[in-house]
């Protein structure tokens, strides 16, 4: 009887499971984050505000968390960036806004904690104060938002408090995107992607049709006849593969696929590989990989094809996953998924190095294999045009053209987010999404409606 | 090793270091753990007549600032509130077993002659090397015409002075209020009593802040707050201006003068000095950390002293008083001009919004390869020093003095309407 690869759910405790999957990072308390802000030296005209795609007034959300004015700290921050707390759990911070702090010239490595204080605020804003902001008073305007992700939840919600209303539709059941389906779930805990999106929704004037599929359910040219603008926020839905031999075999799966299953059911059902091989260098492989050996898989290998300097997870994503027990292998290149019996049992890659032309080469006769009971492809994702077929929505290297504005090519049609060019960050997402719901409010108003 | 034995008025001690009158020398238990400790001497909390005051509970207000506590603090205690037989026993019983240390007694009695004749015997025969007058304490006392309802008019400053000395062989130093328009006036009525010595400066009146969920002033007792003294790190700027002002007094000058205000260091230490101090006194450092901080405040002064040259305390006492001039005196032709070093600068942009906004436009904040630079104008900076103080990097910004041709000083100044006649 052949075996199967060991692949299993419950591999740890409830217990063991609760602990792996809560707060990676737990909050300061307001003690410890007055004595961070009053670290800051309150820049004036500080490179972190510019290192924040949303722009927010770092110093000042700060300098009021010093003088506890929490309320004033938080809406600093929501009025800039109105996912400020799942940007504060998320964000690369690292390779943003800290990494442009001024502390770092005086003292390497020790920036302003901008993400943790960023946290306290946000959390203070959800814990005791309420909805910040007001609506305008309703303008009548409706508008088809695509996507209920962080670029679809942040255009909604500025546009509805322009006292416009805001239908969004999602292919899923609940509204949050990434945040909901795609971020390792310790970076998110107890089910804050939830809390922020009631949070947010809770301004009025924004309902949400889950179940919707654009393409399917809908097309732009329907929406666009049936509101007064659409934004489409539709993220990266496609995966790329690894276009070698075996990727059929069972056990063998998109890391995405991986988290978003995990992200969607009870952590003890969900099954995870003894041994498990993770292919790719960003930051779903490395939130596969810890959360594989979080879930209690014996032996995780991220393998990625270059060096750690050519990873698109930042260092202290690729330590994070070091430090959960993960071993990081470079510079190999997958050549096949290695079968015993019809069930999967390894990776064979090859070894390779920059070649004399500065390019990567890998040498098809030095191989080797690690072997698994599961690999998880997250060698990148990619934007899938053909809902959009048939409407005239011009696509340029893959992602929805857009201008300034955030207008694609179809009148009245505006797109941002991970659709679009640029890079891909919740908080750029964010961004794309306030500007787009700006553009459409300012366009009215110029146009006095 | 410098010699930091000091003569104060004739009261000997090994150290200029003494904690002054308030709660750390209440008892006997703190004066005995301050000695083991290291302290030159101290004054024992004010002595009053019995039956002794009533403290009430909750007495401190502290001033904090971006995250240090006490850089001030202020106190609505009175004096000591121990029966006076008890205080007395205990001096004698300390002095006795630590004679190299100073133990001065501070003393508030009614301003009545009999009052003071009365106590000062019963002090002097514990042993002590001397009394200290308490005309500063700002509240309480003082509404019992005691402490600076004395301390604020020189004629009853000059009156005590003079019955304590004609009625006792200690040394008298006279405690002054800083709560007066001109410290000069109270110093030369002690001087005209007799006084051998002044110390200053005892607490200012203050409201240290407002409890804003109780709406009243800080400490609140029962509801209510009352105005204390305030004292701690945050004073020293006024008692170095009023010490330096006694000590360049040509009438005042020899009478030597206790140190008092927000000393917390040995740099604090050494400035008091320099501005004519000759002893210098302690509290809230010693409230805040524990007697303890004394070994620091001994060695720094001793290697900073070995380092500069000064053999004795008395080669310190001063030093700054011939430079320390009404502003008449400073030449107007002087001109410093700030200075960034690049490759401190951390691009905070503090020093270049401070000048925009609040002062002379003299920081010019550009791009160069899209990094942020600031650069100071030179033919607009007054030299003001602003930029340098907000720096947040020591020695980034420094002042750079400028080649000066001659004296002008503002009597002899063109734009003055009562300028004197320049000599030809």
């Known amino acids: ?449 | 090793m410098a010699d930091l034995r000091t003569n104060f008025a004739g009261i000997r001690s090994p150290n200029p270091f003494w904690l002054a009158s308030a709660p750390p020398t209440d008892k006997e238990y703190n004066v005995r753990r301050a000695f083991e400790a290291g302290w030159g001497g101290v004054v024992w909390k004010t002595l009053g007549e019995d039956p002794p005051v009533v403290n009430v509970s909750s007495r401190y207000g502290s001033l904090n600032y971006n995250g240090t506590r006490m850089i001030g603090l202020n106190n609505i205690e009175l004096i000591s509130d121990r029966p006076l037989a008890t205080n007395i026993a205990e001096i004698k019983s300390v002095k006795r077993d630590y004679p190299d240390r100073a133990v001065v007694v501070s003393l508030m009695v009614p301003c009545v002659e009999e009052s003071w004749k009365a106590i000062l015997p019963i002090v002097e025969e514990t042993g002590a090397d001397g009394i200290e007058l308490n005309f500063g304490c700002p509240h309480g006392m003082s509404e019992r015409n005691m402490g600076a309802a004395v301390g604020q008019v020189p004629e009853y400053v000059e009156m005590v002075t003079r019955w304590c000395k004609q009625n006792t062989r200690m040394p008298v130093i006279v405690k002054l209020t800083p709560n007066i328009t001109n410290i000069l006036m109270p110093a030369r009525a002690a001087m005209a009593g007799g006084a051998d010595a002044v110390s200053l400066i005892n607490t200012i009146q203050s409201v240290i802040g407002v409890d804003l969920d109780q709406m009243a002033p800080m400490p609140v007792v029962g509801g209510q707050g009352t105005h204390g003294g305030y004292c701690g790190p945050a004073v020293k700027p006024i008692a170095l201006r009023m010490i330096g002002d006694i000590a360049r007094d040509p009438e005042l000058g020899a009478l030597p003068i206790s140190g008092i205000g927000g000393i917390s260091s040995w740099r604090d230490a050494a400035e008091f000095l320099a501005m004519g101090a000759s002893t210098l006194q302690v509290c809230t450092a010693a409230m805040h950390y524990g007697f303890r901080i004394v070994e620091d405040m001994k060695d720094g002064l001793s290697a900073w002293m070995d380092q500069k040259g000064y053999a004795t305390i008395d080669d310190v006492t001063g030093r700054a008083i011939e430079r320390f001039v009404p502003w008449n005196r400073l030449n107007m032709k002087f001109k410093t001009i700030a200075k960034i070093d690049q490759d401190a600068c951390v691009k905070c942009g503090l020093c270049h919004i401070a000048c925009e906004d609040t002062s002379h436009q003299a920081i010019a904040r550009t791009r160069v390869d899209g990094e942020r630079h600031y650069e100071v104008i030179d033919e607009e900076c007054v030299g003001c020093n602003l930029c340098a103080h907000v720096c947040p990097i020591d020695d980034c910004i420094t002042m750079q003095p400028q080649p000066v041709e001659g004296v002008l000083t503002w009597p002899e100044h063109p734009n003055n309407p009562a300028r004197v006649a320049i000599d030809s």
Not at chain 1, 114 to 133: K, N, S, V, Y
């Open chain 1, 1 to 449: 009887m052949p075996q199967g690869p060991d692949i299993a759910p419950g591999r740890l405790s409830d217990v063991e499971l609760a602990h792996n999957f809560s707060d990676a990072h737990p909050p300061l308390t307001h003690a410890q984050a007055v004595v961070e802000a009053e670290r800051c030296f309150y820049c004036y005209d500080a490179p972190c505000i510019e290192a924040c795609p949303t722009g927010i007034d770092i110093p000042r959300f700060i300098r009021a968390i010093a003088t506890d004015n929490m309320a004033g700290s938080a809406r600093t921050i929501l009025e800039s960036n109105i996912l400020g707390g799942s940007c504060a759990r998320v964000c690369p911070t690292e390779i943003l806004c800290e990494q442009k702090c001024v502390h770092n010239t005086r003292e390497e490595g020790q920036p302003i904690r901008i993400g943790m204080l960023q946290r306290h605020a946000t959390d203070w804003q959800m814990e005791h104060g309420g909805q910040p902001f007001a609506r305008a008073p309703e303008t009548g305007h409706r508008i088809a938002v695509v996507g209920a992700g962080p670029a679809g939840l942040a255009c909604a919600h500025r546009l509805a408090m322009h006292g416009h209303d805001v239908v969004i539709h999602d292919r899923h059941a609940l509204p949050g995107g990434l945040n909901e389906y795609g971020v390792a779930a310790y970076k998110l805990a107890d089910e804050f992607a939830q809390r922020e999106v009631d949070f947010l929704l809770a301004i009025g004037g924004i309902s949400f049709e889950g179940g919707r599929t654009l393409g399917r359910d809908m097309t732009v040219a329907s929406l666009r006849r049936a509101y007064d603008a659409v934004f489409l926020a539709v993220g990266l839905a496609g995966v790329r593969s690894l276009g070698i031999e075996g990727e059929d075999l069972d056990g063998v799966m998109d890391a995405v696929n991986f988290i978003e299953g995990l992200r969607s059911s009870s952590k003890q059902t969900v099954p995870v590989g003894r041994r498990v091989v993770v292919i790719g260098g960003g930051n779903t492989a490395v939130d596969a990989a810890v959360q594989a050996r979080r879930l209690g898989a014996q032996d995780v290998t991220l393998v990625y094809r270059r060096g750690a300097e050519n990873m698109s997870a930042t260092t202290v994503e690729r330590e994070w996953a070091q430090t959960n027990g993960v071993t990081v292998r470079l510079w190999a290149s997958p050549v096949r998924l290695v079968a015993h019996d019809g069930a999967l049992a390894g990776v064979a890659f090859a070894r390779g190095g920059l070649g004399p032309d500065g390019r990567p080469a890998y040498d098809p006769d030095d191989t080797f294999v690690v072997e698994a009971d599961m690999v998880l492809k997250a060698v990148g994702q990619t934007f899938l045009p053909d809902p959009l077929e048939g409407d005239s929505i011009a696509i340029s290297g893959g992602r929805i053209m857009v201008d300034e504005t955030g207008q694609t090519t179809m009148q009245g049609v505006y797109a941002g987010g991970d659709c679009t060019p640029g890079e891909d960050l919740t908080v750029a997402a964010v961004r794309d999404g306030r500007n787009a719901a700006e553009a459409i409010h300012a366009a009215w108003m110029a146009a006095g409606k």
